[in-house]
């Protein structure tokens, strides 16, 4: 009998959103299936790893994306660890890495007249379909749905990452 899509071995690690227990949508402003979707959305969104977003002018100009691969060690750890850690609010961080990638204006008009079958059109052709996945990878990244930098922007491939110590703040 197959599994229903929600169904897990009982070996498999819970998910996040699994670990949700239902309460007063009044206390946050959002239901408990609603949460559990955006959990869903972010971990759709950021692949494991540490995820570096710089920008300027408050994200409203460049922006730079870089992601710690995971397995890399020091900062290789569930995002509540890290947000214990080094907290959300925006830090002062340097990266010493190379520009991996610079987006370009998103072409909505990319995915249009595009075909998968060679030209004599009896067979599927592996480079129209490879360019095809391309420029629909190039599109949902231009959304901000993968970690591609959005245009205007690039991404950096960490060498090395380094955070100021922030002083502590008196009360």
């Known amino acids: 009998m197959p599994k229903s899509v929600h169904a897990r071995n009982s070996?498999?690690?819970?998910?996040?959103e699994d670990l949700v227990e239902h309460f007063d949508p009044s206390l946050i402003g959002?239901?408990?299936?609603q949460f559990r979707a955006m959990i869903r959305i972010a971990r759709g969104m950021f692949n494991k790893g540490l995820h570096l977003l710089f920008s300027t002018d408050g994200g409203l100009g460049w922006s730079a994306t870089?992601?710690?691969?995971?397995?890399?060690?020091?900062?290789?750890?569930?995002?509540d660890v890290l947000f214990s850690r080094y907290g959300t609010a925006p830090?002062?961080?340097?990266?010493?890495?190379?520009?991996?990638?610079f987006s370009s204006a998103p072409d909505i008009r990319a995915?249009?007249?595009?075909?998968?079958?060679?030209?004599d059109g009896?067979?599927?052709s592996r480079t129209a379909f490879v360019s095809?996945?391309?420029?629909?990878?190039?599109?949902i990244g231009g959304q901000g749905l993968t970690d591609m930098p959005q245009y205007p922007?690039?991404?950096?491939?960490?060498?090395?990452?380094?955070?100021?110590i922030p002083e502590a703040q008196s009360s």
């Open 30 to 33: 959002v239901s408990p299936e």
């Open 66 to 79: 870089a992601r710690l691969q995971e397995g890399r060690r020091y900062l290789d750890a569930e995002p």
């Open 122 to 124: 009896q067979r599927v």
């Open 153 to 164: 922007g690039f991404s950096v491939v960490p060498l090395a990452v380094y955070r100021l």
């Open 11 to 16: 070996s498999d690690p819970p998910k996040l």
């Open 91 to 101: 830090q002062e961080w340097t990266v010493v890495g190379t520009i991996g990638h």
């Open 132 to 139: 095809g996945l391309n420029k629909l990878m190039n599109m």
């Open 111 to 119: 995915m249009e007249g595009v075909n998968f079958l060679s030209e």
